[in-house]
């Protein structure tokens, strides 16, 4: 049983700083990438950054510059750190995975909500 518990969301001025911290439970042998969405309200699900089994990083252009993924294998936890927040990155952030063999996120956390105030 896949399970994903995010933390360190909060509140915070623009221009800070907030790492989030996505711990994973289960087999980690069965995923092959993790990542970060966010949602806005009434605004859909989108990308944020997401890395793979061997490191590999992709990242919105929003947030190109600004945050850093990473992941601690030996720990079993992803991370999102993020700097220079604006208002526009107030949303609730979501931690995925997903599955060898697919080709979309499986698995998904509960969301940790980020409000950045100006």
């Known amino acids: 049983q896949v399970q994903l518990v995010e933390s360190g969301g909060g509140l915070v001025q623009a221009g800070g700083s907030l790492r989030l911290s996505c711990a994973f439970s289960?087999?980690?042998?069965?995923?092959?990438?993790m990542g970060w969405y966010r949602q806005a309200p009434e605004k859909q699900r989108d990308l944020v950054a997401t890395?793979?089994?061997?490191?590999?990083?992709n990242y919105a252009d929003s947030v190109k510059g600004r945050f850093t993924i990473s992941r601690d294998n030996a720990k079993n936890t992803v991370y999102l750190q993020m700097n220079s927040l604006k208002s526009d990155d107030t949303a609730v952030y979501f931690c995925?995975?997903?599955?060898?063999?697919?080709?979309?996120?499986?698995?998904w956390g509960q969301g940790t909500q980020v409000t950045v105030s100006s």
């Open positions: 289960g087999s980690m042998f069965v995923i092959d990438a």
């Open positions: 995925t995975a997903k599955r060898r063999g697919f080709t979309w996120f499986n698995y």
């Open positions: 890395i793979t089994s061997g490191g590999t990083t």
